[in-house]
């Protein structure tokens, strides 16, 4: 496979999972099997986001 094969496969999934995330950030609190999943994903979100937002400050 070329590069350009490689970046289009990539970009497909990383589209695919972040929109997935997204959709489960926003809506897995609703089912109550998918809650305590649901907090351990968000609350990497909220630290993700945070070391980010704290290291762009530096």
Do not use: C, E
């Not at 809650?35 to 990497?44: F, G, Q, T």
């Amino acid at each position: 496979m070329n590069t350009n094969t490689w970046y289009l496969l990539l970009d497909s999934f990383f589209l695919l999972f972040h929109s997935t995330l997204v959709l489960f950030n926003l809506t897995g609190w609703m089912w109550k099997k998918a809650r305590l999943p649901h907090l351990i994903v968000i609350s990497l979100t909220i630290v993700s986001i945070n070391g980010y937002s704290q290291q762009k400050a530096v």
